[in-house]
């Protein structure tokens, strides 16, 4: 059975680290939140953003891991996965 794994470049490994750095600083506002009494409404609201965040960087991460493993090596045009995972977000 082949290998089918891959490494993102850095651009992209950077992206991510950076985007998960601000969920972390999410995190933590939410739990100072806590710890000062903050109404239950405003921290459900804040939880909801994280969880929004973390939707939005696990998404880009699987379009950044598909479009540079079907087009790292040139046997699929850009356009097309682009199309493609503009199809998959719009069905969403």
Do not use: K, W, Y
Request: aromatic share 2%; proline share 0%.
């Amino acid at each position: 059975m082949a290998d089918s794994s891959f490494q993102l470049s850095d651009d992209a490994r950077t992206d991510v680290v950076a985007r998960l750095n601000r969920i972390e600083g999410q995190i933590r506002g939410v739990q100072r939140m806590l710890s000062d009494g903050r109404d239950c409404h405003d921290v459900i609201t804040q939880l909801a953003a994280v969880r929004a965040a973390v939707t939005s960087v696990s998404t880009a991460l699987a379009e950044r891991c598909a479009h540079e493993s079907l087009c790292g090596d040139g046997s699929i045009a850009a356009d097309e996965v682009a199309r493609l995972l503009a199809l998959l977000r719009a069905s969403r």
